[in-house]
């Protein structure tokens, strides 16, 4: 009997050291909707967010692109990690769905920069004078090619953009081709260094909860079990 007990309590604590050890996203609800949605996004038309409108009257910002937000900011992908921003599933293929300048700005992309843009704003709305910026991402193929738009090329700084600009389409570029992830934006609030300049975006002290600029509950940690769908007017 003791042996059959010793036996159990060592199969469990290899267990719960698999879990442990395991991505542990792949049991969250969050994770299930996102495979759910990119598997058959027609199957949860209630779940798509519209592009181009403001979520809520009170809120500044217009919603950068349409589809399902899978991932929350300050979401969690695995051990230690905390998301930066928002993820939002478009549903579709490459380079299929728009994405819009969230409010009028001055767009930069790097010239080592196949998927990404930022966008200064000099006035955070707000925050009245402190100045952010918009990070936009995954704006790219597997293999690197580019879906911005043509009249931002690789090596553009300080291009004025309007809110409501396309920008390019949703990508699915992660820098391997072998992995890439699933077709969607990753937009991003990040703070400005005090010289003028965007912080690393990859460290989420470095970026803002967007809940209050889209006036929706878009905070992963006060939000675990809530699907958020922005149905907003233009």
Not at 45 to 56: F, G, I, K, M, Y
Not at 138 to 158: M, V
Not at 172 to 183: A, C, E, F, I, K
Request: one cysteine or more.
């Amino acid at each position: 009997m003791r042996a059959r007990w010793a036996f159990l309590l060592f199969l469990g604590a290899c267990l719960g050291v698999l879990l442990f050890l395991r991505p542990w996203r792949l049991f969250s609800p969050r994770t299930r909707w996102v495979i759910e949605w990119l598997q058959r996004p027609a199957a949860h038309p209630e779940w798509r967010s519209r592009a181009l409108v403001h979520c809520n009257q009170q809120a500044p910002f217009l919603f950068p692109t349409e589809g399902y937000i899978g991932y929350l900011w300050d979401d969690s992908f695995r051990l230690g990690h905390r998301h930066q921003g928002i993820d939002i599933f478009g549903g579709g293929a490459v380079g299929e769905t728009p994405v819009y300048a969230a409010y009028d700005g001055y767009l930069t992309r790097l010239p080592q920069w196949k998927s990404s843009l930022i966008l200064r704003l000099p006035e955070d709305p707000l925050v009245p004078g402190r100045q952010i910026w918009l990070y936009y991402t995954h704006l790219a193929d597997r293999e690197g090619n580019s879906l911005i738009q043509p009249d931002f090329p690789a090596g553009t700084y300080e291009r004025f953009v309007a809110a409501g600009t396309l920008l390019g389409y949703q990508g699915n570029y992660s820098g391997d081709p072998l992995q890439p992830v699933g077709v969607h934006l990753h937009f991003s609030i990040v703070l400005d260094d005090g010289h003028g300049h965007f912080r690393n975006e990859l460290d989420i002290r470095n970026t803002l909860d967007p809940s209050p600029y889209f006036g929706l509950p878009l905070n992963g940690q006060k939000n675990r079990n809530r699907i958020v769908v922005c149905t907003g007017e233009p």
